[in-house]
């Protein structure tokens, strides 16, 4: 179905909310993919995505008599999408089916979970994590990641060589991947922000 006008969904806006189930299925039509395409992006999982947008049309069928007739419906169901995303993400810390769905994502996006990881705001989480590491890997990654010097340098001041170095920075990074599944909450909001555009709530 083509996009529909801003006076068009006001129209279907205003049925949806007395509860007109032909609004709704012109609604749902003109957004679903779309959803499910951004949400693929996120879930790198077609079913998953599906299983989200459905949840969120339920939704949106439910609180109906709250949605705003004024204005486009897509930042409303972005919303939506996004908190039961959010709610993916928490499962995993204790779903071993959703684990295996986030781990593929959490590779992916990696870089980005890195970077907010450095940043002061996050620096409780990224100290329990660097806490968990032994003393060796430990030491090389403070050097690599955190005083940013350089692999070399790093394997002169502790006398090792930089394949050494190298598989300590790979295997921290790998214990940072496992252990973050315990921190749903962080990363949902990094990982929903990058995929959706949106904020988790």
């Known amino acids: ?62 609180n109906r008599a709250n949605v705003q007739k004024d204005r486009s419906i897509m930042p409303y169901l972005y919303r939506i999408a996004s908190n039961k995303s ?26 980005q979970i890195e970077t907010r990881l450095f940043q002061k705001e996050q620096r409780e989480i990224l100290q329990q994590i660097i806490d968990r590491m032994p003393e060796r890997q430990r030491q090389i990654f403070i050097r690599c ?26 295997r921290a990074n790998q214990l940072i991947r496992e252990t973050l599944i315990q921190y749903p909450d962080f990363l949902a909001g990094v990982l929903l922000t990058a995929a959706l555009g949106v904020s988790a709530l």
Request: glycine share 4%.
């Open 1 to 62: 179905m083509n996009e529909l006008s801003l006076s068009e969904e006001q129209e279907l806006l205003l049925r949806l909310r007395e509860g007109d189930r032909d609004a709704f299925e012109l609604i749902y039509k003109a957004h679903y993919y779309r959803l499910t395409g951004l949400l693929i992006r996120l879930l790198k999982s077609t079913d998953l995505a599906q299983e989200v947008v459905q949840d969120t049309f339920v939704s949106l069928w439910d």
């Open 86 to 111: 959010f709610n993916i993400f928490k499962k995993a810390t204790h779903d071993q089916k959703y684990r295996a769905y986030l781990y593929p994502i959490l590779e992916e996006g990696y870089e």
């Open 145 to 170: 990641k955190l005083d940013g010097k350089t692999y070399d340098e790093v394997a002169t001041e502790l006398q090792v060589s930089v394949h050494t170095v190298h598989t300590q920075i790979k």
